[in-house]
């Protein structure tokens, strides 16, 4: 437990709120803020090109994920693909970022104490981190993983898992649930054809695509909460 | 016209959807996040036809193996797009940028029947080389029509041009057919 202090004087408070909320305030208070809360274009505009990154990023990961598991282009390897989209991924996830952060100046106060919010940037830290550091390492090597990437890849499962067993409703969880049962069927339905590199990256490319699309359904829920 | 949307927006159905809990957001969500595969794919095959990307791709390849899926996104957003309509129809019947997206959608298809018919016929001339001009600016205005799409589509949200806030018989009242200011309060 720790202690926060206001004009009435000390009170009991988590540590979020000691040593996090401090900082949502302070930005919601510097003139960057203050700026975009004043503008009625800026927060529109910024909600237009997180939509679009968010069809950049779609393609990007859909291709090689979709690859992975059997499906899209055929004449490549999933390398192939996975380097013809990258400049995608990075351009996508760059322009999230930067208009992330400028809905984000618009609504600091809300976000603080946004469930969707926090699942958001807990999954996007997690899909950031497994889709450069485990998958495009399997894909790299064509299914095959070191022990740092599969260390990786069991540290944001049991994180994840967590997360979102915590933090999220029974909505959320009965649709993870749906989306992993029905990709899961469609690498059991081929396991006869797969060798066990093959089902590294498809089982990678679940992954990928449940932890894309549960960032990208979190963000969406933001507006709902 | 406005009396079949205003019979719509009084069935039962409609009323239950828009004023449901969880129903109108998950589609709406299932609707944006349909966005990532449409739009996604499309960006791909458009993408390879400008020769930004894929260039070691078959133009033929990329529209028999990715462009399916674009369809398949395209089918699950005209469901969830249309069912999002039945909810407010009254809303978005009324709302300009909703009118502009449907607009947009036409040049879309129109663009789609374009390629299709003249553009991609000779294409195992060019199948794996540049693609001719015809095809390049087929593949420009596709970008630039989806775009539009979505950002007509993002501002419709917006209540900046509804009916209440335009000055009657102005130009944007006119193209938003807005009902004439007695009957406004039904409106509401």
Redesign the interface.
Known sequence: MFYCRDDQGEYECSFADKFVLPLFDGLDASPIATAVKASAMVV?WA??AH??A??????????AD?KALG??????TTA?VER??R??LFAAVALAIVSGGILALGELKKLYYSPPYWLKMATFASALLFTFGVRNRLIANAGKGDRLTYAIWAAIGVAWLGVFAFMSNW?ARGALFLLLGALGATVWRRRATLGPNDLALSVAAICSIVL??TT??AG??IA?Y | MRDFIVMLNETPWSIALRESLYVWPILEATHVLTIMLFAGTILMVDLRLLGLTFKQTTVSEMTERVLPWTVAGFILLVITGSVLFYAKPLVYYHNIFFRLKMLFLVAAFANILYFHKRAQANVAEWDLTAPPRSARISAGLSLAAWTAIIVAGRMIAYDWYDCGKLRPGGFLAVAASCPAPLAQSSEE
């Not at chain 1, 968010?54 to 291709?63: K, N, V």
């Open positions: 529109p909600g237009v939509l679009l968010l069809g950049l990023l779609g393609g990007a990961i859909f291709m979709a499906a899209g282009l055929k004449s490549h192939d013809n989209v400049p995608i909505l894309w699309l990208a359904a969406r829920w709902f």
